[in-house]
């Protein structure tokens, strides 16, 4: 059985200018190299978002939901943020 599937792909100009520029450079052999590294980068990305919302969002939310009073008013946040900015300049 084969591990590979031919696919036939439509991108913008621009970015099939850049898979072309990335094989004429020598960066990649192929233009299959170039979009497997661009999945590759998607997975990864979509990996450490899930991974994110897993052991930081979820915790933080259970945390607020046990604790209300944890919680800040998007007043007290923009008056944060103007202190600090105030500090910097």
Avoid: C, F
């Avoid at 696919?7 to 052999?29: C, F, H, Q, W």
């Avoid at 933080?60 to 300049?89: C, F, G, N």
């Amino acid at each position: 059985m084969r591990t590979t599937q031919k696919m036939s792909i439509t991108l913008p100009n621009d970015m099939a200018d850049m898979v072309k520029d990335k094989v004429r450079a020598g960066e990649y052999a192929s233009d299959s190299e170039v979009i497997r590294e661009g999945l590759r980068a998607l997975m990864a990305r979509d990996r450490a978002v899930e991974n994110w919302l897993k052991n930081q969002v979820g915790p933080a939310y259970d945390a607020l939901k046990a604790d209300p009073s944890r919680a800040v008013t998007a007043d007290q946040v923009r008056a944060s943020l103007a202190a600090e900015h105030a500090k910097t300049r």
